[in-house]
């Protein structure tokens, strides 16, 4: 059984409050699941209690992000919220030249951007909704990082997750409703090791 050499990028986007990061990153996750890992971004976000540096985030000076634009390290990069958030090039291509998967949790603005510089083949495009607008509204509440930080980014992202979903809708190939996390979880899974090969009937 010779696996398939050629590397995927698997962009996993969704509005913030969805819980992207605990079916990625969390226990009994996707990542854990599928053994691919999530590239590390960069941001100039400030970083949270839990967060840990080099982990959930590369935390950086808006000084050094711009640094980083200038010599080119990042293979796309977008303003989420009045803050800029970058995937490292390198990491990614490394993984790429080695015939290894990445998988990349960014927004639809990246996700956009990433699609457009591979062949088809190469990028997966899953979003994952909420089962519905109150849910969300519901989780964005419960969450606790808006509310130490300011109540307008909170309402920001609100109205920016509609728009989000729309334009999935238009270029993510996949949609994947967070309901009970253990399904979606074994749905992204089930599309990954698909894609990769790993699912053969
Ligand atoms: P948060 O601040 O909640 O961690 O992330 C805010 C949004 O930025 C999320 O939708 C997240 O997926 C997105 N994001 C995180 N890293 C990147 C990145 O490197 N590029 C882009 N375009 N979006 C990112």
């Given at each position: 059984m010779e696996?398939?050499?050629?590397?995927?990028?698997?962009?996993?986007?969704g509005p913030s409050g969805v819980g992207k990061s605990t079916i990625v990153r969390g226990a009994g996750g996707v990542v854990e699941k599928t053994g691919i890992p999530v590239c590390v971004s960069a941001t100039t976000r400030p970083q949270g209690k839990t967060e840990v540096n080099g982990k959930d985030y590369w935390f950086i000076t808006r000084d050094e992000f711009e640094q980083k634009i200038e010599n080119e390290e990042f293979l796309e990069y977008a303003k989420v919220f009045d803050n800029w958030y970058g995937t490292p090039k390198k990491e990614v291509e490394d993984r790429l030249a080695k015939g290894q998967s990445v998988i990349l949790e960014i927004d639809t603005q990246g996700g956009l951007s990433v699609k457009t510089l591979y062949p088809d083949?190469?990028?997966?495009?899953?979003?994952?909704?909420?089962?519905?607008?109150?849910?969300l509204q519901q989780r964005m509440s419960k969450r606790g990082r808006e509310t130490d930080v300011d109540s307008q980014i909170a309402h920001k992202r609100l109205k920016n997750a509609s728009n989000e979903i729309a334009m999935a809708w238009q270029h993510y190939e996949h949609m994947v409703i967070n309901d009970v996390l253990e399904n979606a979880i074994n749905e992204i899974t089930g599309i990954i090791k698909t894609e990769t090969g790993e699912n053969k009937e």
């Open positions: 696996p398939d050499k050629t590397g995927k990028i698997f962009v996993i986007s083949a190469t990028v997966v495009m899953i979003f994952i909704l909420p089962p519905s607008n109150d849910v």
